[in-house]
């Protein structure tokens, strides 16, 4: 059942205020163009894991989509979290295009002969501070677990050769309901 459903965005919905509003030969406009066209790409992948989710048995998962948790003085943000009776399940939604790489170090993105560079998506720090939020909010440690899906199906996923972790917890929207079956049998 979804606890808390997916909304579109409010910084999407300031820079879709903002292009509608700004001149077109303004200095900033290509730049904002930019970071709307990555917000909106953004939103139709979470769109597209929301309908991955919603195939998921409604009685045996709460689901929430987007949580922001205090740590310290910041935040930490949750794409997708499902929590079952034995267990939760955090999902970090990935909507990349091209050619994607995924290495132990870094995950790399070429498009059209352009290349970047990300951190690892599947460092646990997410689980670390959920794990963090819920002792210091005197909730019950459950057993945690991450997932990284990406969403964008044109895109090439190549994980390197032995890297098992990524193989294990790296899959496809589309493989969603397979994946979460295979965690709730480890707990």
């Not at 205020?17 to 700004?22: C, G, H, P, Q, T």
Request: hydrophobic share 35%.
């Amino acid at each position: 059942m979804f606890e808390k459903d997916l909304i579109k965005p409010i910084l999407l919905e300031q820079h879709e205020a903002l292009e509608r509003r700004i001149a077109k030969n303004h200095p900033s406009r290509q730049e904002i163009e930019e970071k709307l066209k990555n917000l909106r790409s953004g939103y139709r992948g979470e769109k597209n894991l929301h309908y991955y989710l919603s195939l998921l048995h409604q009685k045996k998962y709460h689901i929430f989509h987007d949580i922001r948790l205090p740590h310290g003085d910041s935040f930490f943000q949750i794409d997708a979290f499902l929590l079952s009776e034995k267990s939760g399940l955090i999902i970090d939604s990935k909507n990349y295009s091209g050619s994607l790489l995924l290495e132990s170090h870094q995950l790399t993105q070429e498009v059209n002969e352009n290349k970047r560079v990300y951190s690892n998506p599947l460092t646990a720090r997410h689980k670390i501070l959920l794990n963090f939020f819920l002792e210091k909010n005197q909730l019950p440690l459950i057993p945690l677990d991450h997932l990284v899906c990406f969403k964008n199906s044109k895109a090439t996923l190549h994980i390197a050769p032995g890297y098992l972790e990524a193989e294990k917890k790296v899959c496809r929207a589309e493989n969603l309901l397979m994946k979460s079956a295979e965690h709730e049998k480890f707990f």
